[in-house]
């Protein structure tokens, strides 16, 4: 689905918004459609993110790179009311 295939004008217009801030070099708007599940799915299998579980059709395990980090603990805040509820390897 492309944007001129949005008929919500609210919709179409905060994407225009976003964009205008943004500049991404592309815009992809999902659908929800079984053929957009299988095309991505089939990009991430290429791309070595998903593999497929042999034993459990249509379902996968997806694998990172261990270099991307999903958090670095020394700049990471947890804000809270309480210093405690930010639990041990969080900085408050």
């Known amino acids: 689905m492309t944007l001129?295939?949005?008929k919500?004008?609210?919709?179409?217009?905060w994407i225009e918004e976003v964009a205008a801030m943004t500049q991404p070099d592309s815009i992809y708007v999902c659908d929800g459609t079984q053929s957009e599940y299988d095309h991505l799915a089939e990009q991430l299998i290429k791309g070595g993110?998903?593999?497929?579980?042999?034993?459990?059709?249509?379902?996968?395990?997806a694998v990172s790179d261990p270099g991307d980090v999903a958090r670095v603990e020394d700049r990471t805040y947890?804000?809270?009311?309480?210093k405690e509820d930010a639990g041990p390897t969080n900085n408050w």
């Open 78 to 82: 947890i804000c809270s009311k309480k």
């Open 49 to 61: 993110t998903f593999r497929k579980l042999a034993k459990k059709p249509g379902s996968y395990y």
């Open 8 to 13: 919500h004008p609210r919709l179409k217009a």
């Open 4 to 6: 001129n295939d949005i």
